[in-house]
T-cell receptor
């Protein structure tokens, strides 16, 4: 059974500082996805990482994938209040086409 | 833009009622999914479908059924609603062909309260 674990579960950030969210998964999988969710809202796709060593960046967010370590990281550079949200990683099951989600990391950026 | 539309944003139903949650996507995606999201439990897959009239159980199918009569529409049915089915329900779709670019697109969610 594919399991996806994120840590930390909660991250209190100071504006202007850098932080990292970690996502570990248990078995070989095709792709890794990062989503953002604002309170009461649906999931917004941030990144799709397709292969070992993949790195994608959008604004202050950068995601990377190490398939050998079964680890993805979401790095936040110079945090700003607008980045406050819950971030989820998710992984495809190799044999199917189903997303398995991590538990989410709730991010709160304080001035 | 890929759009996944869920018919209701908020629903309040009584225990024992039969409840239908509707989801429509407009990008000819083959795959459609229903998840529920609960605090502390994350997102869990209820059912999914790879094609019209096809369905497969996810991780928590008990108490639910689904219907996919047309490619664009995937309905989640609560046969007899119970209070433990109070949750946020999220529909998603994806394409076998375009997964690398689009990934999965989620609807805006239906917050169901069973009283």
């Amino acid at each position: 059974e594919l399991k996806v674990e994120q840590n930390p579960l909660f991250l209190s950030m100071q504006e202007g500082k850098n932080y990292t969210i970690y996502c570990n998964y248990s078995t070989t999988s095709d792709r890794l996805y990062w989503y953002r969710q604002d309170p009461g809202k649906s999931l917004e796709s941030l990144f799709v990482l397709l292969s070992n060593g993949a790195v994608k960046q959008e604004g202050r967010l950068m995601a990377s994938l190490d398939t050998k370590a079964r680890l993805s990281t979401l790095h936040i550079t110079a945090a700003v209040h607008d980045l406050s949200a819950t971030y989820f990683c998710a992984v495809d099951k190799a044999a199917g086409n189903k997303l398995t989600f991590g538990g989410g990391t709730r991010v709160l950026v304080k001035p | 833009d890929v759009k996944v539309t869920q018919s209701s944003r908020y629903l309040v139903k009584r225990t024992g009622e039969k409840v239908f949650l509707e989801c429509v996507q407009d990008m000819d995606h083959e795959n459609m999914f229903w998840y529920r999201q609960d605090p502390g439990l994350g997102l869990r897959l209820i059912y999914f479908s790879y094609d019209v009239k096809m369905k497969e159980k996810g991780d928590i199918p008990e108490g639910y059924s689904v219907s996919r009569e047309k490619k664009e529409r995937f309905s989640l049915i609560l046969e007899s609603a119970s209070t433990n089915q109070t949750s946020m329900y999220l529909c998603a779709s994806s394409s076998l062909l375009d997964r690398a670019d689009y990934g999965y697109t989620f609807g805006s969610g239906t917050r169901l309260t069973v009283v």
